[in-house]
């Protein structure tokens, strides 16, 4: 079975730009949660969905959005990047249907805002 | 809120040794616990779980035990490798979000 794929794995941008950020699920997971890594804050958690709707959400500001289309795969958006979004953009996917389902993570997109 | 909590590193140890990276979390109720594992380059790997008290997860010769009473969820491997460096990152679900640690790297010389 395909892991969760990422695209693209690097991204170098200006500040004030947009981008987009997409993660591939394993097959048959239908849950999305992604998270961003800085040397600085750790790991932390964006925000998640399951079947197309955001489920849980963290504490970021509205600049950062994303989406899931039907077939599971998910988007990631920052608009008006600054200089603190560079980092490593990790999305995971699970079964999403049960309390604890295991997460399981793509290789990360790497965002550089210049 | 929840809360994860690791011991700093990094940790260097020669092969053979015998590692622990210590782990202790606040939470209400009883979350799931989790070790991840993240290579030079990569995302991150499940290396092992506890979904309840007492439970041992066990993976490629590392094993942590859920432990209640003390709040911890401990890692240990009798003997590491120099294929074992990477960094540590203890892990509790909540609501179906993973809260992490900030991570241990370790260093295995040969």
């Known amino acids: 079975k395909a892991g969760v794929t990422q695209t693209p794995r690097y991204l170098i941008k200006t500040r004030g730009q947009q981008v987009t950020l997409s993660c591939s699920p394993i097959s048959g997971h239908r849950s999305v949660s992604w998270y961003q890594q800085t040397p600085g804050q750790g790991l932390q958690f964006l925000f998640e969905?399951?079947?197309?709707?955001?489920?849980n959400k963290g504490n970021f500001p509205g600049r950062f959005s994303g989406r899931q289309f039907s077939n599971s795969r998910s988007e990631m958006n920052v608009s008006t990047l600054e200089l603190g979004d560079s980092a490593l953009y990790l999305c995971a996917s699970s079964l999403g249907d049960g309390r604890d389902n295991e997460q399981f993570f793509g290789p990360g997109t790497r965002l550089t805002v210049l | 809120g929840n809360s994860v909590t690791q011991m700093e590193g990094p940790v260097t140890l020669s092969e053979e040794a015998f590692l622990t990276i210590n782990c202790t979390y606040t939470?209400?109720?009883?979350?799931?616990l989790f070790w991840y594992v993240q290579y030079p380059g990569e995302g991150l790997q499940l290396l092992l779980k506890?979904?309840?008290?007492?439970d041992k997860g066990s993976n490629k010769g590392f094993e942590a035990t859920y432990r209640k009473e003390t709040t911890s969820f401990h890692l240990e491997k009798g003997s590491v490798q120099v294929s074992d460096s990477a960094v540590y990152f203890c892990?509790?679900?909540?609501?179906?979000?993973?809260?992490f640690g900030q991570g241990t790297e370790l260093s295995v010389k040969p």
């Open positions: 506890a979904t309840k008290a007492d």
């Open positions: 969905y399951f079947s197309e709707t955001q489920r």
């Open positions: 939470a209400t109720g009883y979350p799931s």
């Open positions: 892990a509790l679900s909540q609501g179906g979000k993973l809260i």
